[in-house]
């Protein structure tokens, strides 16, 4: 999800090595504006979220559902970046 979002930001002109501060480039000029459905902003916040537990926490475990559900939401987060990365604006 990040390299996706990064692919757009550099597309516009962003550059960012910081995931928190290319999230909050992607929810300033995409989620809050309405170019995207808010679903993505969440999607985006909660990856950023479980991969700080994940990396950081002790003893953390998803289940498999979770996880799957996680996938789905991934799938869809990237194809729709990929989407604006692609078009020709």
Avoid: C, T
């Avoid at 390299?3 to 809050?32: D, T």
């Avoid at 985006?44 to 559900?69: H, T």
């Amino acid at each position: 999800m990040f390299y996706s979002l990064l692919a757009l930001a550099l597309k516009k002109q962003y550059e960012s090595s910081k995931h928190s501060q290319l999230i909050g480039w992607f929810n300033k000029n995409f989620v809050h504006p309405g170019v995207v459905e808010v679903k993505y902003g969440k999607m985006i916040n909660k990856a950023f979220i479980l991969r700080n537990e994940s990396d950081y926490e002790p003893f953390i475990e998803y289940d498999e559902q979770e996880v799957l559900d996680l996938f789905a939401k991934m799938k869809d987060f990237i194809q729709s970046v990929n989407n604006m990365v692609l078009r020709n604006e």
